[in-house]
């Protein structure tokens, strides 16, 4: 006899639709981002994200000398139209759904993209994707801003002034609480100057008059998310359902939405790359199964596209068989687990529920504060939300040396069998071939030589009329793009009308460490060192080139401060000429150079060349970044007196190491 209900569970159960699988990529060039990119269409990803280089993200051409060593490591490099057309060669624009990492040089890039589709025949009013376009947490956390905020904010409104119209499946800025998360950011803040910068997004855009009142819930309803996910999972969990509640909440009462799809929490995800470790990397695959765990378990706070670091991102650039099994990973949790077949798993939870409270609560009274300074850009000017970012990643450091925070195999569990992952000859890594620099820029200036500099010239010269009348930027930007136009020429047109801009570093304003912590022995090594030097201890901390994670630098000359040195920090992008001026001028005892973009060696190289020609060889240089074992080798061959790596993670060791290396250089000098 058949049981009751067997043949509804017989019955095929209708799933909800997996997110978007996306896997962040590109590098070297634009033809090998484009084989990339196809071969992981092949392999089941649904949407593109595309990483740029650091050039191309600041507004620069391949050959400017701050480009120099950046070409091609972090990502694409996209000078022009030409390199636009290849980079999406093959590939129909008008059926895809793209994501674009890019912020500072958003509209130049939406613009570029636009004019290849054109070119392909697409209708633009077809296109679907995302550019991130949020500058606030460019100037708290990533870096990659050019332009003052009031200027930026003007770039920013116009975009989705234009795509509202021009393309209204297009996502025209995606604020981004993920870097705030990478620069130590606490849940709590992570809401709070999340949703702040959208409240300042979008103030922007109705006070501008570009967009009629009637139309303004149309754009509230494009405006996405871009977040984080760590591991403390049933936190990460209550923080997007609290996202969820927070925007309904914000977008009802402060902008007066009524319906309800217009205030939907909108948002993709990049699962924490700083959490993963150096030391034992393969443990990275289950930190990233959890962390993806947090965005998609939770239906109603469920993520619309997931893209995954790969377990190496620790060690270096991930390979495609790496990209391959962190999008294995979405595909596996989509369609061989039951997770689609069901209603919101949280629903009714008390212990949820109350976690999801206190975080709405304390972050409501965080964003009535920033409300009282004046919104997000005056807290940005005053440097309040750097200066607490700065505190909060302090506070995250401290607890991992103290062992309150447990890592495993970096401060527990560090007995450890070699892995065979990195036993490779290519040591488990990409590495991006040094050729590839110099082909771009021969590349570059084909294109410069091949083009009609009379369009050109008029087409910038319509830029720069546009952005000083306040007009809309966008279309004038796209006849640039189809002009031959370039990145550098741009962003430089657009520099002469807005001026640049040095965000605050927020290092001077952070809490300064109390006695009888761990650096108070650094601190009496300190005393003696300037005792014996005549002067206090003075340590320059230097970003050369373009790369905006500052996270590391700035803890470094928070510590160095604490430790009774004299710090000189004056931030991110420098050129070595600018630090080793700096050195002269400053009269510094130590240079410690800070790179995570993989462009270390030529980069420290120039500043070793420069320090000698200054008469500066006798100045200890020290290097810290993401640096594999042989490019460490190559740097200590060049002079550098020591490289400190993700593993070296206790600082009080770090400050003791350095002023250990300036007193025994000054006892080699002095003699």
């Not at 990529?25 to 649904?46: D, I, P, V, W």
């Not at 008008?94 to 500072?104: G, P």
């Not at 297009?170 to 849940?187: D, F, I, K, M, R």
């Amino acid at each position: 006899m058949q049981k009751r209900g067997t043949r509804i569970d017989m019955e095929k159960t209708q799933k909800d639709r997996p997110w978007l699988f996306r896997t962040y990529s590109g590098h070297s060039s634009a033809r090998a981002s484009n084989e990339l990119y196809r071969t992981n269409l092949t392999k089941g990803q649904t949407g593109l994200s595309v990483a740029f280089d650091l050039p191309t993200q600041t507004g620069y051409d391949s050959d400017h000398v701050l480009s120099r060593g950046e070409v091609g490591k972090v990502g694409v490099p996209v000078c022009h139209l030409g390199d636009m057309r290849t980079l999406f060669d093959g590939i129909p624009l008008e059926q895809m759904n793209t994501s674009m990492t890019i912020n500072a040089t958003a509209p130049w890039l939406l613009a570029l993209y636009v004019a290849a589709a054109e070119e392909q025949g697409a209708d633009r009013a077809k296109l679907a994707g995302t550019v991130q376009n949020d500058l606030i947490k460019e100037y708290l956390s990533r870096g990659t801003y050019i332009f003052p905020p009031k200027p930026s904010m003007k770039l920013i409104t116009d975009v989705i002034s234009f795509t509202y119209l021009e393309i209204p499946k297009w996502n025209p800025t995606n604020v981004c609480s993920y870097h705030l998360q990478e620069a130590g950011a606490t849940p709590v803040q992570e809401l709070a100057y999340a949703l702040a910068t959208a409240v300042a997004v979008l103030d922007s855009v109705r006070d501008s008059g570009q967009v009629p009142a009637e139309d303004f819930p149309k754009v509230v309803g494009r405006i996405s998310f871009f977040v984080n996910a760590g591991l403390r999972f049933v936190t990460e969990i209550a923080k997007m359902r609290a996202f969820v509640e927070l925007w309904d909440e914000i977008t009802r009462e402060r902008y007066g939405v009524e319906e309800e799809k217009y205030r939907r929490f909108r948002y993709g995800v990049q699962v924490n790359s700083l959490g993963l470790t150096e030391q034992q990397p393969e443990n990275n695959v289950y930190r990233i199964l959890l962390e993806m765990l947090a965005v998609v378990l939770s239906k109603k706070a469920r993520a619309r596209a997931v893209q995954l670091p790969a377990w190496n991102e620790a060690l270096g650039l991930p390979r495609p068989w790496d990209q391959q099994w962190s999008l294995r990973l979405q595909q596996i949790m989509a369609y061989e687990t039951d997770l689609l077949e069901y209603g919101d798993l949280f629903d009714g939870s008390s212990v949820m529920t109350e976690k999801v409270e206190a975080l709405k609560e304390e972050a409501r009274a965080e964003l009535a504060r920033i409300e009282e300074m004046g919104g997000a850009i005056a807290a940005v000017d005053s440097s309040y939300m750097k200066q607490k970012l700065v505190e909060s990643n302090t506070a995250r450091l401290k607890n991992i040396e103290s062992g309150d925070q447990t890592v495993v195999g970096v401060n527990k569990f560090t007995e450890t069998e070699p892995s065979p992952l990195v036993s490779e000859e290519d040591g488990g890594i990409m590495t991006v071939d040094p050729a590839a620099e110099a082909e771009q820029i021969e590349r570059l200036k084909a294109w410069r030589d091949s083009r009609d500099d009379k369009a050109v010239e008029a087409a910038l010269a319509d830029l720069k009329e546009a952005a000083q009348e306040g007009r809309n930027i966008m279309e004038p930007s796209v006849t640039a793009a189809r002009a031959g136009v370039t990145t550098g020429e741009w962003a430089q047109t657009l520099r002469d009308v807005y001026g640049e801009y040095r965000a605050p570093t927020g290092v001077g304003k952070a809490a300064r460490g109390e006695a009888g912590d761990s650096l108070e022995e650094v601190r009496k090594k300190v005393d003696e060192v300037s005792e014996k030097l005549g002067r206090r201890v003075k340590f320059l901390v230097g970003k050369p080139g373009l790369d905006g994670h500052s996270n590391g630098a700035e803890q470094i000359a928070v510590k160095a401060r604490d430790s009774g040195m004299e710090v000189v920090y004056e931030g991110i992008r420098l050129t070595p000429a600018q630090i080793v001026n700096a050195a002269l001028e400053e009269g510094v005892h130590a240079v410690g150079l800070s790179i995570l973009s993989g462009s270390h060696l030529p980069l420290v190289q120039d500043v070793m060349e420069r320090m000698k020609k200054a008469g500066l060889e006798d100045i200890p240089v020290i290097v810290g970044g993401i640096i594999p074992p042989e490019d460490e080798k190559q740097l200590l061959e060049m002079g550098v007196a020591r490289v400190y790596t993700p593993k070296d993670y206790q600082m009080a060791d770090i400050m003791a190491d350095i002023v250990g290396i300036v007193g025994r250089r000054h006892n080699q000098y002095s003699r």
